[in-house]
């Protein structure tokens, strides 16, 4: 029996990894959870009534009391309660939450000894030096959640990373892949949200059709597997069959196929170096008839570009990139900007940025917020 805690339970990946546990209790048990909001309070009564966590942690207190009226559990909350959580009696802590507030409990997880399944790649983009050094210091496995970086690391099975050549990262293009720049002119936040391929939560489904996502899982893939970012290639593959592949130096290719389903990778990082059955609509290769590949323009797909380059700057780059990224989502998702505004917001925030040279977590998270503040003030 497994023991798992999951911070961001109430989110697209969040509930999916409740469903993994849910379809497998023998072999996983859910130990801890954090939500958000009071709008996830209904959400939260369920998922304790099912599955009988030991504690739930909610940003507001004032939400965690309305649950316990309904419900008899031990909580915590604010961003002591994700602490609480990621430090709760578990052996994998399911980290779901969306944006760099998953870094310090990710970081008193592995501190704690506990395996890290991750699919909250803004942890690993804006510290991940940090995060890399304290898995191997404390010996800890850094699972991915991430459907493509769970391809590769399921292709490197076996095999040695020196003999790796390069990375191909997939990407479906997102909901505005057809569209030219000129047209990406006064997209509406509805279009925007309309991802041709998975369901997903707002901000990510966001950062697909910007391709900032890509930009953020080249970072999160040169930090899982030491790659050097010359030698990770994104491939526009609009079928999301082919979730990512491997080129080694002997110049085979190893591919990982799949439905664009997240309970595969999920189930993967739960029961790691196990597989364990699925049942689910299995991928139809007759029905899927032809696999394509293209190129991905870079000028098309700036934010590509400007986080492989914070990728290469490296330093507080990355941090910039992120914290500037988020909080350009969150204005548009508030509809306060266009949706090119994102792209120029990070544009600015790199170029006014005076890096800091190997930043310790402290000066990340405050340059995090001071970003994100900044931003936000300058647009609201
Ligand atoms: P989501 O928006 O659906 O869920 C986010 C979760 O985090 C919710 O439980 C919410 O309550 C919680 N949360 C949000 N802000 C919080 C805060 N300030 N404090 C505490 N909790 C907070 O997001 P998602 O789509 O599930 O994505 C989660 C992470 O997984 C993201 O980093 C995303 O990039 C990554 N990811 C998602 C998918 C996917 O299919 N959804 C695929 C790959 C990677
Ligand atoms: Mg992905």
């Given at each position: 029996?497994?023991?798992?805690?999951?911070?961001?339970?109430?989110?697209?990946?969040?509930?999916?990894?409740?469903?993994v546990?849910?379809?497998?209790?023998?072999?996983?048990?859910?130990?801890?959870f954090?939500a958000?909001?009071?709008?996830?309070?209904?959400?939260?009564?369920e998922?304790?009534?099912?599955?009988?966590?030991?504690?739930?942690?909610m940003?507001?207190?004032?939400d965690?009391?309305?649950?316990?009226a309904?419900?008899?559990?031990k909580y915590?909350y604010g961003?002591?309660?994700?602490?609480?959580?990621?430090?709760?009696?578990?052996?994998?802590?399911?980290?779901?939450?969306?944006g760099?507030?998953g870094?310090?409990?990710t970081?008193?997880?592995?501190?704690?000894?506990?395996?890290i399944?991750?699919?909250?790649?803004e942890?690993?983009?804006?510290?991940?030096?940090?995060?890399m050094?304290?898995?191997k210091?404390?010996?800890v496995?850094?699972?991915?959640?991430?459907s493509?970086?769970?391809?590769?690391?399921?292709?490197?099975q076996g095999?040695?990373l020196?003999?790796?050549?390069?990375l191909?990262?997939t990407?479906s293009g997102?909901?505005?892949r057809?569209?030219?720049?000129?047209?990406?002119?006064?997209v509406t936040?509805?279009?925007?949200l309309?991802?041709?391929?998975?369901?997903?939560?707002?901000?990510i489904?966001?950062?697909?059709?910007?391709?900032?996502?890509?930009?953020?899982?080249?970072?999160?893939?040169h930090?899982?597997?030491?790659?050097?970012y010359?030698?990770i290639?994104?491939?526009?593959?609009?079928?999301?069959?082919?979730?990512?592949?491997?080129?080694?130096?002997?110049?085979?290719?190893?591919a990982h196929?799949?439905s664009?389903?997240m309970?595969?990778?999920?189930?993967?990082?739960?029961?790691?170096?196990?597989?364990?059955?699925?049942?689910?609509?299995?991928?139809?290769?007759k029905e899927?008839?032809?696999?394509?590949f293209?190129?991905l323009?870079l000028?098309?797909?700036?934010?590509l570009a400007?986080?492989?380059?914070a990728g290469?700057t490296g330093h507080t780059?990355?941090?910039?990139?992120n914290a500037s990224?988020?909080?350009?989502?969150?204005?548009?998702l508030?509809?306060?900007?266009?949706?090119?505004?994102?792209?120029?917001?990070v544009r600015?925030?790199?170029?006014?940025?005076?890096?800091?040279?190997n930043?310790?977590?402290?000066?990340?998270?405050k340059?995090?917020?001071?970003?994100?503040?900044?931003?936000?003030?300058r647009y609201?």
């Open positions: 029996m497994k023991k798992i805690s999951i911070l961001g339970a109430t989110g697209s990946i969040g509930l999916q990894t409740l469903d546990i849910r379809n497998h209790p023998d072999k996983f048990e859910l130990v801890a954090s958000g909001f009071s709008n996830e309070i209904e959400q939260v009564i998922i304790i009534n099912e599955f009988k966590p030991a504690m739930f942690s940003i507001n207190q004032s965690c009391l309305k649950v316990l309904e419900t008899n559990c915590s961003s002591e309660g994700l602490i609480e959580v990621a430090l709760s009696e578990c052996d994998t802590l399911v980290n779901a939450v969306v760099s507030v870094l310090i409990p970081c008193e997880a592995i501190k704690n000894g506990t395996d399944a991750l699919a909250n790649k942890t690993l983009v804006t510290a991940g030096d940090i995060v050094n304290l898995v210091e404390h010996n496995k850094l699972l991915p959640v991430d493509e970086h769970s391809a590769i690391f399921q292709c490197l095999e040695d020196k003999s790796v050549s390069k191909l990262i990407a997102g909901s505005f057809d569209l030219t720049r000129e047209e990406l002119k006064g936040k509805a279009q925007a309309a991802h041709p391929n998975w369901s997903m939560g707002a901000k489904t966001i950062d697909s059709a910007s391709m900032m996502n890509k930009g953020l899982e080249v970072i999160e893939a930090h899982l597997f030491g790659i050097d010359d030698d290639e994104v491939l526009l593959h609009r079928q999301s069959v082919v979730h990512s592949m491997v080129e080694f130096n002997d110049l085979s290719i190893i196929l799949g664009a389903d309970r595969i990778p999920i189930q993967y990082a739960l029961s790691y170096d196990k597989r364990l059955p699925f049942n689910s609509k299995r991928l139809n290769l899927v008839k032809s696999i394509t293209e190129e323009s000028e098309r797909y700036p934010c400007y986080a492989i380059e290469k780059m990355p941090t910039v990139l990224n988020e909080a350009a989502v969150s204005l548009f508030n509809d306060k900007i266009e949706f090119l505004d994102i792209e120029n917001i600015e925030q790199m170029d006014n940025h005076h890096l800091i040279k930043p310790t977590l402290a000066q990340i998270t340059l995090d917020q001071e970003i994100k503040e900044i931003v936000i003030r609201s």
